[in-house]
């Protein structure tokens, strides 16, 4: 009877520390620093975190346009790292280092020497390689009509052929799918739902009007990529596209403690084959912008799956709908 109720002791003991540490864990002040996500920013106060000053626990911090930049314990990668696939031309040119052509439009990088004989009834756009979310690109059907739409320098631009035999939603819209893609220590990850871009007006060679072309903030409607009845068709293709990408391009990148959420644009044939549009290695992740909801469940599964274990520890939760590629 007495080894027993020592035994009762000390496991009331263990759990008597077992509970205080976990109580001195739970009482530490967890901080954040985000200028880029009012999502994010909300999903971290519901989980306790407080807005920190210089240095933080956690962060998604962009110096470009900011005064002053700060320390981190986890932090996003930083553009150094992300220029080379934001650029469209540097974007190409790894493309094609990949051995990845045909996952992507026929684009000419060099605009100085594109002949007259490439526009034959064609569309085409004509794209700065700084520009992002769908701004500074023109559509084209002539050479007087690329260089009418060039100011500057012409190499700041590439020329994008137009996806061929392209995928119309009720055979009459554009569309253009965005999905984004987590890179960090861990692995890589694809997120399994995204969004549709459908375009208001009904699409025509005929007319080169960027409301037709090129409305992804300013002129379409917004739909689940999940609920398009072509999804399971092109999932493993986006899978196979955005591994052997960013498995290339980040391979030396020191990813302990850093990690980049990355948009990516496709737009898809009649065939349900997928073509890389674009790449936005900061993407816009504010409610405002896109479908929200989408962004919602996408940061609340990253938060669950990255964020709280990296800062506050323990198991990290399933990933969601955050899939290893």
Not at 184 to 209: P, Q, R, S
Request: overall charge positive; proline content about 2%; some cysteine.
């Amino acid at each position: 009877m007495v080894k027993k109720t020592h035994k009762n002791t000390k496991k009331r003991t263990r759990k008597y520390k077992k509970n205080k540490k976990s109580k001195k864990r739970n009482d530490k002040i967890y901080t954040f620093k985000c200028n880029r996500s009012d999502i994010l920013n909300q999903l971290l106060i519901k989980n306790k975190f407080i807005e920190g000053k210089d240095h933080v626990d956690f962060s998604l911090w962009d110096t470009l346009g900011e005064k002053y930049s700060i320390t981190s314990k986890v932090k996003c990668i930083e553009r150094k790292f992300s220029n080379d696939i934001d650029n469209k031309k540097t974007f190409y040119i790894h493309i094609v280092k990949y051995g990845m052509i045909k996952d992507t439009p026929k684009t000419y990088i060099n605009i100085t020497d594109i002949k007259r004989e490439i526009f034959d009834g064609r569309l085409f756009f004509l794209k700065n390689i700084y520009g992002a979310g769908g701004s500074k690109v023109y559509t084209v059907k002539t050479l007087e009509n690329m260089y009418k739409n060039i100011i500057g320098i012409p190499n700041n631009y590439i020329l994008q052929e137009e996806v061929p035999n392209m995928y119309l939603h009720k055979d009459k819209y554009k569309t253009t799918i965005r999905n984004y893609v987590l890179i960090c220590e861990k692995g890589i990850y694809f997120y399994n739902e995204g969004y549709v871009y459908i375009y208001k007006k009904e699409y025509t060679k005929n007319n080169l009007d960027n409301s037709i072309h090129n409305a992804v903030f300013t002129a379409c409607d917004y739909e689940k990529l999940s609920e398009q009845y072509y999804y399971k068709t092109i999932l493993p293709e986006l899978h196979r596209i955005t591994s052997q990408l960013f498995h290339n391009y980040f391979k030396n990148t020191t990813l302990y403690n850093r990690y980049l959420i990355i948009g990516i644009d496709f737009i898809i044939d009649k065939k349900y084959k997928p073509y890389i549009i674009e790449i936005n290695g900061y993407p816009n992740l504010s409610m405002s912008c896109g479908f929200g909801g989408v962004k919602v469940n996408m940061l609340h599964d990253f938060v669950n799956f990255y964020v709280l274990p990296k800062i506050k520890g323990g198991k990290s939760k399933r990933g969601g709908g955050w899939i290893k590629i």
